[in-house]
């Protein structure tokens, strides 16, 4: 990102975080969904105006949807089935989340919580 980069190069990033989006928040809406209805989930985060604005703005926003799925995805997939790995990618996507958005740091509580809840 030096002074030579275009404006379509500082852009990308959160074109491609918007584009991963859709698959991610397929993944979550199929933890408690049926296929049907995730897919109903992934068309509507493809056309949600909000995300098609943020994923061409220059913002961290479609990055910080991004991530707070991945977050949730991992919550949910560590409650499910409690292992080393499914921890560490717990983990991983928590590290990423408070690097992306301090706010995340609200979401990352609420899981811990519901975490603790689970584990007692």
């Known amino acids: 990102t030096g002074p030579d980069a275009s ?16 698959p991610a928040c397929f993944l979550l809406g199929r933890q408690f969904l049926s296929v049907r209805s995730a897919w109903l989930v992934a ?9 098609v604005i943020y994923a061409q703005q220059l913002r961290e926003y479609s990055l910080t949807t991004t991530v707070a799925a991945l977050l949730l995805l991992a919550a949910v997939r560590f409650v499910r089935q409690p292992d080393t790995r499914r921890g560490a990618w717990y983990a991983a996507a928590a590290v990423l989340a408070l690097l ?21």
């Open 100 to 120: 992306t958005q301090y706010g995340l740091g609200l979401l990352l509580v609420a899981t811990n919580v519901v975490l603790l809840g689970t584990m007692l």
């Open 7 to 22: 404006e379509a190069q500082l852009r990308m990033l959160s074109a491609v975080a918007g584009i991963a989006a859709i």
């Open 43 to 51: 068309l509507l985060v493809a056309v949600a105006p909000s995300q």
